[in-house]
């Protein structure tokens, strides 16, 4: 027997025992939709989103989703993550593990999204059947901002570990942030966001265009640690 089909074998006895999973949306689609979604993960890592998914406001479910979603992206491309793994004092969304469950890598997932003022508005108009018009461009120096934001909360932890360290950007509907937009603040604006931090590996921006997710690397050339993520892309 082949080494692939054995490994299809393995998977498909793998997602057999995620059964029995409670409701965990009220819309029939989305409820079936997390399903398929959890079968794909380690089986110990599907109890914690089903708590979440049961006791989460709505607000804080949305993210939760988008873990989930990219986590099963990298369970699909061959990696072995692992959901809220403590790392001494931090907590990433993912990491990657070896065979023996040693940790490889730090992959955290964030949202790009509208300053709040105008995602508020953009809301409002939607949620009430409205028009909304206006310029829904969001800045650099706010992308900027947030994805600093979120490298300085693990660049130290991932430096001292010697792991590499990958944010997963994901752009938030109102935000309408195109690929290439991302790609100016991380090369280009202030200088590159990248290449002012080499705890980076990289940054994946992710993002849902006609029903379907699309996903864009961009690999940071100065890290101190290079990323599986990126060599597994080229």
């Known amino acids: 027997m082949a080494f692939g089909q054995v490994d299809r074998i393995r998977e498909t006895a793998r997602r057999r025992r995620v059964t029995n999973l409670p409701r965990?949306?009220?819309?029939?689609?989305?409820?079936?939709?997390?399903?398929?979604l959890l079968r794909h993960l380690n089986p110990a890592d599907v109890a914690l989103f089903v708590r979440k998914f049961s006791t989460?406001?709505?607000?804080?479910?949305?993210?939760?989703?988008?873990?989930?979603?990219?986590?099963?992206h990298l369970?699909?491309?061959?990696?072995?993550?692992?959901?809220?793994?403590?790392?001494?004092?931090?907590?990433?969304?993912?990491?990657?593990?070896?065979?023996s469950d040693n940790p490889l890598e730090i992959v955290d997932v964030t949202t790009l999204h509208q300053k709040l003022e105008k995602d508020l508005e953009i809301g409002n108009a939607l949620r009430d059947?409205?028009?909304?018009?206006?310029?829904?461009?969001?800045?650099?120096?706010?992308?900027?901002?947030?994805?600093?934001?979120?490298?300085?909360?693990?660049?130290?932890h991932a430096a001292i570990a010697g792991m590499p360290?990958?944010?997963?950007?994901?752009?938030?509907?109102?935000?309408?942030?195109?690929?290439?937009?991302?790609?100016?603040?991380?090369?280009?604006?202030?200088?590159?966001?990248?290449?002012?931090?080499p705890e980076l590996s990289g940054v994946v921006y992710f993002r849902e265009v006609n029903c379907e997710y699309e996903y864009t690397y961009f690999q940071n050339a100065h890290a101190m640690h290079q990323s599986a993520l990126f060599r597994a892309t080229t």
């Open 24 to 36: 965990l949306d009220g819309d029939d689609r989305t409820n079936e939709r997390i399903h398929a």
């Open 129 to 156: 059947k409205r028009l909304w018009s206006g310029w829904i461009t969001v800045p650099s120096d706010h992308v900027y901002s947030k994805l600093e934001t979120k490298i300085n909360t693990y660049a130290t």
């Open 75 to 99: 369970r699909d491309n061959g990696f072995d993550a692992r959901y809220e793994r403590r790392l001494g004092t931090k907590t990433p969304d993912w990491t990657l593990v070896d065979k």
């Open 56 to 72: 989460e406001p709505r607000t804080q479910r949305i993210h939760t989703y988008r873990e989930l979603l990219f986590g099963v």
């Open 165 to 197: 360290f990958v944010v997963a950007a994901f752009g938030e509907f109102t935000a309408s942030l195109d690929p290439q937009e991302v790609q100016h603040v991380l090369f280009v604006h202030h200088g590159g966001l990248l290449a002012t931090s």
